[in-house]
Nanobody, 128 residues
């Protein structure tokens, strides 16, 4: 499976942005899709995940209430809607695929190690 994230760019603090992740090379609805981000000098952070049929979503506490994941399997595409953006949301955003979502309590709620397929990232810069 191949994934391609797009939609990044420069946005002012308080603004919104929607990222897209196109899945190809395999049946998109076989995979759960996760979104991750990595800011300069920081480890990759799991943001949110959606199950293969879209019936379940999991969102990290750090972005809950501001970010939402969705998918359209007919278009083989998952989306990350980001609202009320802050400077600390500046990062390269990646989408990833695996058979299902894994969600943990406490810190590091969505873990990169659980995902086997990754796309190239798209840069989101939030100006204050």
């Amino acid at each position: 499976v191949q994934l391609q994230a797009s939609g990044g760019g420069l946005v002012q603090a308080g603004g919104s942005l929607r990222l897209s992740c196109v899945v190809s090379g395999s049946t998109a609805d076989y995979y759960a899709i996760g979104w991750f981000r990595q800011a300069p000098g920081k480890k990759r952070e799991g943001v949110t995940c959606i199950s293969s049929n879209g019936g379940s979503t999991y969102t990290a506490d750090s972005v809950k209430g501001r970010f939402a994941i969705s998918r359209d399997n007919a278009k083989s595409t998952a989306y990350l809607q980001m609202n009320s953006l802050k400077g600390e949301d500046t990062a390269v955003y990646y989408c990833a695929a695996d058979r299902r979502c894994h969600f943990y309590s406490g810190t590091d709620q969505i873990r990169a190690a659980d995902f086997g397929s990754w796309g190239l990232g798209t840069l989101v810069t939030v100006s204050s």
